[in-house]
């Protein structure tokens, strides 16, 4: 199983960029897809973006064009960091925003299913102050 922890959180303006980190780590030789999701309360989790094991990426229509999502993996592929690029952040974005990862593979359209995740972090939250 994959093992991610959350970090890059704190407190931003509105229009701001903030870029949050996903330390993943798995098992030699076999491949994963980390997706990010978010919760605000009072409101149930989202699904923000993905990138699957084969680099594709997918993002929430409410983030797409703002949110990039991308990696940095290690030689042996087990370790990598993957990133949450967030631009031009509205107040809609705060909440607890969680990384989550799977090497099971996804079916169509399923990444955004938190349920097709098997690991999740300990979530990481900031604030956009207008």
């Known amino acids: 199983q994959v093992h991610v922890v959350e970090s890059g959180g704190g407190s931003v303006q509105t229009g701001d960029s903030l870029k949050l980190s996903c330390a993943a780590s798995?098992?030699?030789?076999?491949?994963?897809?980390v997706g990010w999701f978010r919760q605000a309360p009072g409101k149930e989790r989202e699904f923000v973006a993905v990138k699957n094991w084969i680099g594709n990426t997918n993002y929430a229509d409410s983030v797409k064009g703002r949110f990039a999502i991308s990696t940095c993996t290690s030689e042996d592929s087990v370790n990598s960091t993957v990133y949450l690029q967030m631009n031009s952040l509205q107040a809609e974005d705060p909440a607890v925003y969680y990384c989550?990862?799977?090497?099971?593979?996804?079916?169509?359209?399923?990444?955004?299913?938190?349920?097709?995740?098997?690991?999740w972090g300990q979530g990481t939250q900031f604030f956009v102050s207008t």
């Open positions: 989550a990862a799977t090497e099971r593979a996804f079916s169509a359209g399923s990444y955004s299913r938190g349920s097709k995740y098997d690991s």
């Open positions: 798995g098992r030699r030789s076999v491949s994963y897809s």
